[in-house]
């Protein structure tokens, strides 16, 4: 190299500079992109609940638990009748740390109930609105109550018989009885440190997160899944090569000073660490306690702990039933079919899918296999849960594709959207062409099958393709892993790498189509129009509270 060729190379010193200032030029972006959606946040979504973890998760799994919270403060309906505003859901979630001891986790969440709303109004704000309303209870129920639209702070929307939605004007496709909930001080729910007004922080219970079960766990916690058949039994991975069974209902709530692990079953059979983890969710005795994992190995393993469960015995040891060889890669991730309990999938580092038989006799070459299946390590697969035939998939090419598993030459779809490469992906559990996925850009993606090929205009194509229906982008680091709530439509939690976890509902008007908005009748078509007409007279009150708070400027 000449001597001017090195005085023009970077030093190490400059490298390092550059470096430095990129990373602050990167997290300056995040927090402004941070700041502007936190701005929308009432716009977008129901509800947002942050909750900051002691150690980041890298897994994340809601269990199939819902109780409603009876006992402690009543709050207070409009109508005069006592109802609670809150229901408790709980969360798997687990710890990754070096140099501590890790756990595995329970979290008990409280979410608003889904047919009850806050009304922030005071009492005279009440009164006012009904002597000018002519009515005891005022148009609480209404599109044009700022408190029924959500005011700043993201909340749930009233959902009456007669609710209308607040952009179509048109009735609720999700009609149903409502409870108002008064806030316990209406008066003292503007949060000066947050500038908001409103929301269920004002309510006791709601929003409410903690950790319920600490369970000494080995090494950091990978993934960790739930037998559907049985929620107390939990399999997670960890950084060494065994998988650990965990009967819940056997293990103290929180661990005595000095505890060690000691999971129910140990599963050995691995040579390497892993993130795979599946169960068999099919009815039926014969399937109860089968499990498929994944490794560093390159290798699937085809578990049975029934019997090992039923012995009772801390430690016991259980062997694989079967081990699946083919990839020449690390085996990313696993599923077990919805509805044909002996097929299984397994994807990884080698841009593989395969498709298994998980018989005796067919366990030595995979049924299908799609070979570059993405530009990229596959790190993710799920099998529709109703659909037989469907499979998706996400890779780090920083796409989502689906297939159909009677022809996989070439995918149905490819849903392009995420910047960065897709970690996990799941469907959801009330809506069969709805998907969601998960990346290190920061986001989660709700995709919806239904709109695929729809026409857009030049301004919505700027927004992303048409399947896109939702990001959310509440999180300022790598999404490690995301769960759809069962007993709670369209609610999901995730957890990143920067310690958070996220619980949040999109807005209704969101994901509800224009057709699902029908009128009922002639009568209540008049009544709408009397609704505008009143409405133009009085303005409209939630807008106006909004400008109030946010100024012309922000909302423009």
């Given at each position: 190299?000449?001597?001017a060729?090195?005085?023009?190379?970077?030093?190490g010193?400059a490298?390092d500079?550059?470096?430095?200032?990129?990373a602050?030029?990167?997290?300056?972006?995040?927090h402004?992109?941070?700041k502007?959606w936190?701005?929308n946040?009432?716009?977008?979504?129901?509800?947002?609940?942050?909750h900051g973890?002691?150690?980041?998760?890298l897994?994340?799994?809601?269990?199939?638990?819902?109780?409603?919270?009876?006992?402690g403060?009543?709050?207070?309906a409009?109508?005069g009748?006592?109802?609670n505003?809150?229901e408790?859901?709980?969360?798997?979630?687990?710890?990754h740390t070096?140099?501590?001891q890790n756990?595995?986790?329970?979290a008990s969440?409280?979410?608003?109930?889904?047919?009850?709303?806050?009304d922030?109004?005071?009492?005279?704000?009440?009164?006012?609105?009904?002597?000018s309303?002519?009515?005891?209870?005022?148009n609480?129920?209404k599109a044009?109550?700022?408190?029924?639209?959500?005011?700043?702070?993201?909340?749930k929307?009233?959902?009456?018989?007669?609710?209308?939605n607040?952009?179509?004007?048109k009735p609720s496709?999700k009609?149903?009885?409502s409870?108002?909930i008064?806030?316990p001080n209406?008066?003292?729910?503007?949060?000066e440190e947050?500038?908001?007004l409103?929301?269920y922080?004002?309510?006791?219970?709601?929003g409410?997160?903690?950790?319920k079960?600490?369970?000494?766990h080995?090494g950091e916690?990978?993934?960790?899944?739930?037998?559907p058949?049985?929620h107390?039994?939990?399999?997670?991975r960890?950084?060494?090569?065994e998988v650990?069974?965990?009967?819940?209902s056997t293990?103290?709530s929180?661990?005595?000073?000095?505890?060690?692990?000691g999971?129910?079953?140990?599963c050995?059979?691995h040579?390497g660490?892993?993130?795979?983890?599946?169960w068999?969710?099919?009815?039926g005795?014969?399937?109860?306690?089968?499990?498929?994992?994944s490794?560093?190995?390159?290798?699937?393993?085809?578990?049975?702990?029934k019997?090992?469960?039923?012995?009772?015995?801390?430690g016991?040891?259980v062997?694989p039933?079967?081990?699946f060889?083919?990839h020449?890669?690390?085996?990313?991730?696993v599923d077990?079919?919805?509805?044909?309990?002996n097929m299984?999938?397994?994807?990884?580092?080698?841009?593989?899918?395969?498709?298994?038989?998980?018989?005796?006799?067919?366990r030595d070459?995979p049924?299908?296999i799609?070979?570059?299946?993405?530009d990229?390590?596959?790190?993710?697969?799920?099998?529709?849960?109703?659909?037989e035939f469907?499979?998706a998939?996400?890779?780090?090419?920083?796409?989502?594709?689906?297939?159909?598993?009677r022809n996989?030459?070439?995918?149905?779809?490819?849903?392009?959207?995420?910047?960065?490469?897709?970690?996990?992906?799941?469907?959801?559990?009330?809506n069969?062409?709805?998907?969601?996925s998960?990346?290190?850009?920061?986001?989660i993606?709700?995709?919806?099958?239904s709109?695929i090929?729809?026409e857009?205009?030049?301004?919505d194509a700027?927004?992303g393709p048409?399947?896109l229906?939702?990001l959310?982008?509440?999180h300022?680091s790598k999404?490690?892993?995301?769960?759809?709530n069962p007993?709670?439509?369209?609610?999901l939690?995730g957890?990143?790498e920067?310690?958070?976890?996220?619980?949040?509902s999109?807005?209704?008007?969101?994901?509800?189509?224009?057709?699902?908005?029908?009128?009922?009748?002639?009568e209540?078509?008049e009544?709408?129009?009397?609704?505008?007409?009143e409405?133009?007279?009085k303005?409209?009150?939630?807008?106006?509270?909004?400008?109030?708070?946010?100024?012309?400027?922000e909302?423009?």
């Open positions: 190299m000449t001597d060729a090195e005085s023009s190379a970077p030093t010193a490298i500079a550059n470096s430095t200032l990129a602050q030029l990167e997290e300056r972006l995040i402004q992109e941070y502007i936190k701005k946040t009432p716009f977008l979504y129901d509800f947002v609940m942050t973890l002691e150690w980041p998760s897994t994340c799994q809601w269990l199939p638990t819902k109780k409603e919270l009876n006992d403060q009543k709050v207070g409009v109508g009748e006592s109802s505003v809150a408790q859901h709980e969360l798997l979630v687990g710890t070096t140099g501590e756990y595995l986790m329970v969440v409280n979410l608003p109930r889904e047919d009850a709303v806050i922030n109004r005071t009492s005279e704000q009440r009164q006012q609105d009904s002597n309303n002519g009515n005891g209870n005022g609480v129920g044009e109550d700022p408190v029924a639209d959500g005011s700043v702070q993201a909340s929307k009233v959902k009456t018989s007669d609710d209308n607040p952009i179509t004007n496709p009609s149903s009885t409870t108002i008064d806030a209406p008066a003292t729910n503007y949060n947050k500038d908001e409103g929301g922080a004002s309510v006791d219970r709601v409410k997160i903690d950790i079960m600490k369970i000494p080995p916690v990978n993934r960790a899944r739930y037998m058949q049985n107390f039994v939990v399999a997670t960890g950084p060494s090569e650990y069974i965990w009967d819940l293990h103290s929180f661990p005595t000073e000095g505890a060690k692990p999971p129910n079953v140990i050995k059979g040579t660490e892993g993130y795979g983890v599946a068999c969710g099919i009815a005795d014969e399937n109860k306690g089968r499990l498929v994992t490794a560093e190995d390159n290798t699937v393993c085809l578990w049975d702990v019997q090992a469960l039923k012995d009772g015995k801390s016991t040891v062997h039933e079967a081990t060889k083919y020449t890669d690390v085996v990313e991730d077990w079919h919805n509805r044909d309990p299984i999938g397994s994807c990884g580092d080698d841009k593989l899918i395969c498709l298994w038989d998980v018989r005796e006799g067919k070459m049924i299908k799609v070979k570059d299946a993405h990229g390590d596959v790190n993710s697969l799920e099998f529709h849960p109703i659909n469907l499979l998939s996400g890779g780090s090419d920083k796409v989502v594709k689906l297939w159909d598993m996989l030459k070439s995918p149905l779809q490819t849903f392009e959207g995420h910047t960065d490469q897709v970690y996990t992906i799941h469907w959801s559990p009330f069969e062409s709805i998907l969601a998960c990346s290190a850009d920061r986001r993606a709700l995709w919806d099958l709109r090929g729809m857009q205009t030049p301004e700027e927004d048409p399947e229906l939702f959310h982008g509440g300022t999404v490690n892993d995301f769960s759809w007993n709670y439509e369209w609610c939690g957890v990143s920067d310690n958070v976890m996220q619980i949040w999109p807005a209704e008007d969101v994901y509800a189509e224009e057709g699902d908005y029908e009128d009922d009748d002639d209540e078509e009544e709408e129009e009397e609704g505008v007409t409405k133009k007279k303005g409209d009150l939630a807008t106006k509270q909004r400008t109030e708070i946010l100024g012309d400027d909302l423009e």
